[in-house]
């Protein structure tokens, strides 16, 4: 099945740094979505990103699909952005069924 | 919009007994749930894809008949653990599917589950 690597595994900033957290997958995929598990567990949906580039606030993502990467940007980084983030990919055998990367563990400090 | 429930959102039980998850789409008709295990510090981990009307889709290496699922109508979906042992404890997440473009999925708050 497909892979989904994520780096950096872990993440400490202070408040107001920006960062950049990247996604490699191993295959061609139909669907990429970015989330935010917060520290209760709830994840949240920040984009769907197949392709492209996508900004929403202070979040903005690009997909490179050709060469199987997606990038998250989190500028001016704030304390309620901890948690964990992850991308997850739908490959090419459909079926909307998603395969989760392995996480960024994201620490904002005051 | 998109809004998917789970309840309970946390169990204690003792080993041997059956605990039953519900999953409902609040505000949207789901003809697909996904039912997610997630242990410590891991990622999510796909069990099954729940379908509205038919029998579930499990994964390789997940038991069907220890993870009972059941997806009775468009808006509601039920995992039910039987026999939990200790090994069974973890955070179970469904996901709801939206159709149309894009296909996106609205995961639930999770149901944390303790087993002694």
């Known amino acids: 099945g497909i892979q989904v690597e994520q780096s950096p595994p872990d993440l400490i900033l202070q408040e107001g740094a920006n960062s950049t957290l990247r996604c490699n997958f191993s295959?061609?995929?139909?669907?990429l979505q970015w989330f935010h598990q917060n520290p209760w567990g709830q994840l949240i949906n920040l984009f769907y990103?197949?392709?492209g580039t996508k900004q929403n606030g202070r979040l903005s993502a690009t997909t490179v699909a050709t060469e199987r990467y997606s990038l998250l940007y989190i500028s001016s980084s704030q304390t309620t952005d901890s948690g964990v983030y992850f991308c997850?990919?739908?490959?090419?055998?459909?079926?909307?069924?998603?395969?989760f990367g392995t996480g960024t563990q994201l620490k904002v400090e005051l | 919009g998109a809004v998917v429930s789970q309840h309970p959102s946390r169990v204690i039980c003792k080993s041997g007994t059956s605990v039953k998850i519900e999953c409902r789409s609040l505000d949207f008709q789901a003809t697909t749930m996904f039912w997610y295990r997630q242990f410590p510090k891991q990622s999510l981990m796909l069990m099954a894809t729940?379908?509205?009307?038919?029998?579930?889709?499990?994964e390789q290496g997940v038991e069907k008949d220890k993870f009972l699922i059941n997806h009775a109508s468009l808006t509601l979906s039920t995992l039910t653990v039987t026999s939990a042992h200790p090994e069974d404890s973890s955070f179970y997440i469904c996901?709801?599917?939206?159709?149309?473009?894009?296909?996106?999925?609205?995961f639930g708050p999770g149901t944390r589950l303790l087993v002694l």
């Open positions: 990103i197949p392709s």
């Open positions: 295959d061609s995929v139909n669907n």
């Open positions: 729940s379908n509205e009307g038919s029998k579930a889709t499990y």
């Open positions: 996901s709801a599917g939206t159709s149309g473009y894009p296909e996106t999925q609205y």
């Open positions: 997850a990919v739908e490959g090419g055998g459909g079926g909307n069924k998603l395969t």
